[in-house]
C-alpha cells in the first residue's frame, strides 16, 4: 500500500485532475500535476505543477522520482509517456487500457472480440472504404473519428452514400468507425472502481441524457428494470477483468428500443456522469481513483437517496449568471461545484450542481426545476 504522506502524480489538469487532487488531499497525500496549460483547474489546488507537454521527458523523469504512483484524469494522454513513467513507477490504469480507450476503433474490436454486444460497425480507413461500410452497417447511421473525439465532437449523422462521403472529408478524411444509429429508450452508465487484486465495487447505475451530444443530466440510481442494472454491471466488470484494470472506469451504454443493452464506450478514468458520488455515496470516484492507485481497500459505493447532476456550460455565463448562484444556492439540496476555469466558451463544462432528494424522482424534480430557473434550454 501507498500510505497518506506519499506524492501522486496526475497527467492532466483539468476538472477531474482537480477532484482527483481534492480527495487525494484530503485523504493526506501530495500531488504534482503535469499540464501543459499554465493556469489549469488542476493546478490551482495542487501541491506542484509541472506546466509541460505530456512527452516532456524532464518533466515525466520528476514524476518518476518525485512519485510513488502516477494516474490520468482523462485517456488522451500519450500511451508511450505512460509505458515510460510504468517501467519507473506505478501507473494505474495501465498503458493498455488507456490505448484501447482513446482510439474507437481497438475499443471497438476489443469489445466484439470478447462477446461484449455493441451497435453495429464497420472501421473506415479511407474513402473507397465507405460504401462497403454503410452496406455492413446500414443506414442511418453516425460517421466518428477514431481519436479525439468528445462530447459530440468528431462525428457526423449520415442517412445515405452521399452524406457518408461528405461527413468523410469535412472531418478530415481520417480514420473512422461508421457506427448503427441505434433507436433509444435510454442511456445508461456504470461507474465501478477495480484494485490491482480484481476487488471491484460498481457505484449505482446511473441513467443520463445529454444535449448537443454534451451530458445534460444523470440521475442516480438509474429508473431502470432490476434485470438491466445487474446486465450492464456484469458487463462493465467483464470489461474491467479483460483489461485487466486498476482504477476507475466508467462504461456507457446504450438501452436500445428494443430492449437490448449495447456498450457505447468505455472511459478509463472517473466520468462526467459520476460526478454525483462526490455528495450523495459514501465513497466518491474520486477517492475510489486514489484508492485504486495507491493499492489500498476500495471504499462503500451505497448512496444516501437519489441524486440528479446538472452540468453547467459556459452558455449560463453568457446569460443571466448574475442571479445564478443566488438560485442555486436557495435550493434546498443543491451543491454546487465551479471548476475554476477562467474562460467561459459555449458549450465548455464550467461545473455542475448535483440536487439530492430522498429518491431519484424528488432530486429529478430539483434539477429540472433548477434548470428552469436557470433558463437552460
Not at 485504486?292 to 449560463?316: E, H, I, K, Q, S
Request: hydrophobic share 45%; with cysteine.
Amino acid at each position: 500500500m501507498i500510505l497518506p504522506g506519499a506524492t501522486l502524480g496526475l497527467l492532466g489538469g483539468g476538472q477531474l485532475g482537480r477532484m482527483f487532487v481534492f480527495a487525494a488531499r484530503s485523504m493526506g497525500y501530495r500531488v504534482i500535476v503535469l499540464d501543459p496549460e499554465a493556469d489549469c483547474p488542476a493546478a490551482q489546488v495542487a501541491d506542484r505543477h509541472l506546466a509541460a507537454a505530456y512527452d516532456d521527458e524532464h518533466a515525466m523523469e520528476l514524476l518518476a522520482r518525485e512519485c510513488a504512483a502516477v494516474t490520468t484524469e482523462f485517456e488522451n494522454v500519450p500511451a508511450a509517456s505512460l509505458e515510460y513513467l510504468a517501467a519507473r513507477v506505478p501507473v494505474r490504469p495501465g498503458a493498455n487500457a488507456v490505448a484501447i480507450a482513446q482510439d474507437r476503433a481497438l475499443e471497438k474490436t476489443f469489445l466484439r472480440e470478447h462477446g461484449l454486444a455493441t451497435a453495429r460497425f464497420a472501421i473506415v480507413d479511407d474513402a473507397e472504404a465507405i460504401a462497403s461500410a454503410l452496406r455492413e452497417v446500414g443506414a442511418p447511421a453516425l460517421l466518428k473519428t477514431t481519436r479525439l473525439g468528445y462530447d459530440g465532437k468528431g462525428q457526423a449523422r449520415v442517412d445515405d452514400l452521399d452524406s457518408a462521403q461528405r461527413a468523410f472529408a469535412a472531418l478530415g478524411g481520417v480514420r473512422c468507425v461508421l457506427e448503427e444509429r441505434v433507436a433509444l429508450q435510454r442511456e445508461i452508465s456504470v461507474v465501478l472502481g477495480r484494485g490491482a487484486d480484481g476487488e471491484v465495487r460498481c457505484y449505482p447505475v446511473t441513467e443520463n441524457w445529454h444535449r448537443d451530444g454534451i451530458l445534460d443530466i444523470s440521475l442516480a440510481p438509474a429508473r431502470v428494470a432490476e434485470e438491466t442494472r445487474t446486465h450492464a454491471m456484469s458487463m462493465a466488470t467483464a470489461i474491467a477483468a479483460k483489461l485487466d484494470y486498476c482504477g476507475v472506469l466508467a462504461v456507457e451504454f446504450f438501452v436500445s428500443s428494443d430492449g437490448r443493452l449495447l456498450v457505447n464506450e468505455f472511459a478509463p478514468r472517473p466520468h462526467n456522469s459520476g460526478h454525483w458520488t462526490l455528495d450523495a455515496a459514501i465513497t466518491s470516484q474520486f477517492e475510489q481513483q486514489v484508492r485504486a492507485l495507491c493499492g489500498l481497500p476500495l471504499g462503500d459505493t451505497r448512496v444516501f437517496g437519489g441524486a440528479a447532476m446538472l452540468n453547467l456550460l459556459g452558455d449560463l455565463w453568457h446569460g443571466a449568471q448574475a442571479s445564478a448562484w443566488e438560485n442555486i444556492l436557495r435550493q434546498p439540496g443543491a451543491k454546487l461545484h465551479l471548476y475554476g476555469k477562467q474562460e467561459a466558451r459555449v458549450g465548455r463544462k464550467m461545473g455542475h450542481v448535483t440536487c439530492l432528494g430522498e429518491t431519484p424522482e424528488l432530486a429529478l424534480e430539483s434539477a429540472l426545476r433548477l434548470k428552469g430557473e436557470l433558463g437552460i434550454s
